[in-house]
């Protein structure tokens, strides 16, 4: 049996180097395929394989020091939705542009967590309360809290500038809930919303994944979860909906594949009755045409 697990901790790493070669070891000696970013605050993972070599890799990862008590989500899927194991030294281990202070208790200063059954709870009590989702606009597209803000961004660098805008001004003052995949983007979102005036900010804990592992389809989550391998949409029950719009036919899709114009390659949701017409392969900003080049959907990669 194989699986999919995904994992990350904010913690002060002295030497990201020596983390790397460790984690290169590692991993190949397991057999194991996916996404392992390491920098001088942390670690964050997306690995497939194995189920018991993610076992042992748990294992051997709670035995270091540094990552002890790292929380993992597991979700099905196999090291077969990963085209290969890539491991990076980065100066970030997500891409928003800057530094949170991080201590060996995480991220200093960020935003409060609620766990998925405390949350239900808070909202009882906050009425007010705004989903702000923490992801890219092609994430929320198939995927999102209910009546969520939904910033219209590229790439979770963006985040830094959009904030700024006026038209935030008014949740400053109001309970804000973030919420992203796994929770790694929100840490330091929500550092960063706090820097920039925002009051009263949180964070659902372990993320869309952890809180999709709780309730399904039968809480506030509606849609399906982008995620960054060969899968890209996450369904937590069999009740889960396509929320999405094929941009050709308006049918409710989740089903993203790249513009087969190789100069574009963004992703585009198009249904599976279009996607059989290789005239449809595109996005709306190229042109269509009868044959196109057969290659592999390329992944987007979480930035």
Request: charged fraction near 30%; include cysteine.
């Amino acid at each position: 049996m194989e699986k999919i697990v995904l994992y990350y901790k904010f913690v002060p790493v002295s030497d990201s180097e020596s983390v790397y070669l460790w984690q290169k070891a590692l991993c190949e000696k397991l057999g194991l395929k996916g996404r392992v970013l390491i920098s001088n605050i942390g670690i964050n993972g997306t690995l497939g394989g194995d189920f018991k070599a993610l076992k042992m890799y748990k294992r051997t990862m709670n035995e270091h020091s540094l990552f002890k008590d790292t929380v993992y989500k597991w979700s099905d899927g196999s090291g077969d939705d990963f085209p290969r194991l890539s491991i990076k030294v980065r100066t970030e281990i997500v891409t928003l542009g800057w530094k949170p202070r991080v201590s060996e208790k995480g991220i200093v200063d960020g935003g409060r967590k609620l766990k998925p059954a405390a949350l239900h709870k808070f909202l009882e009590k906050n009425p007010d309360t705004v989903f702000f989702d923490g992801r890219n606009n092609y994430e929320s597209a198939i995927g999102k809290f209910k009546n969520a803000l939904t910033p219209n961004i590229n790439n979770f660098r963006d985040f830094p500038e959009e904030l700024d805008k006026a038209k935030y001004s008014k949740l400053k003052e109001k309970p804000v809930v973030t919420y992203c995949t796994g929770g790694i983007r929100c840490e330091s979102l929500t550092a960063l919303m706090k820097r920039k005036g925002f009051k009263r900010v949180y964070q659902i804990d372990g993320g869309i994944v952890k809180y999709g592992e709780k309730f399904g389809d039968e809480g506030f989550w509606q849609g399906k979860c982008f995620v960054f391998d060969k899968r890209l949409a996450l369904g937590f029950s069999d009740k889960a909906k396509d929320i999405g719009i094929c941009v050709h036919c308006d049918t409710k899709t989740s089903n993203y594949i790249n513009c087969a114009n190789k100069a574009c390659n963004k992703l585009v949701l198009v249904c599976d009755k279009c996607a059989i017409d290789k005239s449809e392969q595109y996005c709306h900003e190229h042109s269509r045409i009868n044959t196109i080049p057969s290659r592999n959907t390329r992944v987007a990669e979480v930035s």
